[in-house]
């Protein structure tokens, strides 16, 4: 026997992934949460665990609120069971310092009927130009 997929349930993740990556430009809070389990757990990058809906509106207010004309592209990569997993490359302009910022990263994402459970959230930003912070040339 051979792995079976599922041509449907890759056609809906992967339209999945590209809807959440239309409600980011420009931000639309409400739209983005609304594809959250009101338990949501989220990860993302070195930021302290995020725990349940309200927490999380007040994390993407922050975020929406420094990270000015956000230009993001996501990409899906898998499905598995109820998990999928993209990467995403952004730009915007940081509303603190009015520097030009690049991003990128990779998203595991646990869905529960229809909406992200789980967040896990790789996250690397630099200003546009410049070396990166890793410090490994």
Same mark, same amino acid.
């Given at each position: @026997?051979?792995? !079976? ?7 809906? +993740? ?7 990556? /239309?409600?980011? %430009?420009?931000? *639309?809070? +409400?739209?983005?949460? @609304? ?6 757990? !989220? &990860? ?16 993407? #207010?922050? &975020?929406?609120? #420094? /990270? /000015?004309?956000? &230009? ?5 990569? @898998? ?7 993209? =990467? ?7 509303? /603190?310092?009015?520097? =030009? %910022? =690049? ?6 994402? !646990?869905?529960?009927?229809? &909406?992200?459970? !789980?967040?896990?959230?790789?996250? *690397? +930003?630099?200003? +546009?130009?410049?070396?990166? @912070?890793?410090?490994?040339?």
């Amino acid at each position: @026997a051979g792995l !079976v997929v599922s041509i449907p349930a890759l056609l809906e +993740a992967r339209a999945f992934v590209k809807h959440v990556e /239309q409600l980011f %430009m420009p931000w *639309n809070v +409400a739209g983005i949460l @609304a594809g959250f389990t009101d338990d949501c757990l !989220v &990860r993302f990058g070195d930021l302290p665990e995020i725990k349940g809906k309200a927490a999380l509106e007040k994390f993407f #207010r922050a &975020r929406s609120a #420094r /990270q /000015q004309g956000y &230009r993001l592209r996501k990409e899906f990569r @898998a499905l598995m069971g109820d998990v999928i997993a993209n =990467t995403w490359e952004g730009e915007w302009e940081d509303s /603190q310092s009015g520097a =030009t %910022m =690049t991003g990128r990263g990779a998203e595991i994402w !646990v869905m529960r009927e229809g &909406r992200i459970a !789980v967040w896990d959230a790789a996250f *690397n +930003a630099r200003e +546009a130009g410049k070396p990166s @912070a890793i410090g490994i040339a």
